[in-house]
Nanobody, 123 residues
């Protein structure tokens, strides 16, 4: 089992920045690829970003490319999502997830999920 706890969400004005953190406990964190997803009210949960177990590979949804950066610190068992130039359409609950099958766009490839942290961007 892997337990994931997100933090760092909040209310920010458009154009601002936030950094989300996801702390993992349980099994060896470095064995897992990690992803961030988000879910806005009335919408399906969507992929945001993912990072390989080593941190050497990252990829992003087109909607956040160039604005968001995913990173990880395996010594701290933590994955981060730096969000810059935030837009009102980025408002959602953000979830981190762990996959032992490798980083992926697909929700079904992830084995463990956190409870989420709310990000609200005002215009």
């Amino acid at each position: 089992q892997v337990q994931l706890v997100e933090s760092g969400g909040g209310l920010v004005q458009a154009g601002g920045s936030l950094r989300l953190s996801c702390a993992a406990s349980g099994r060896t964190f470095s064995n897992y690829a990690m992803g961030w997803f988000r879910q806005a009210p009335g919408k399906e949960r969507e992929f945001v970003a993912a990072i390989s177990w080593s941190g050497g590979g990252t990829f992003y949804a087109d909607s956040v490319k160039g604005r968001f950066t995913i990173s990880r610190d395996n010594a701290k068992n933590t994955v981060y999502l730096q969000m810059n130039s935030l837009k009102p359409e980025d408002t959602a609950v953000y979830y981190c997830a762990a996959s032992y099958r490798g980083s992926s766009y697909s929700r079904s490839e992830y084995n463990y999920w956190g409870q989420g942290t709310q990000v609200t961007v005002s215009s």
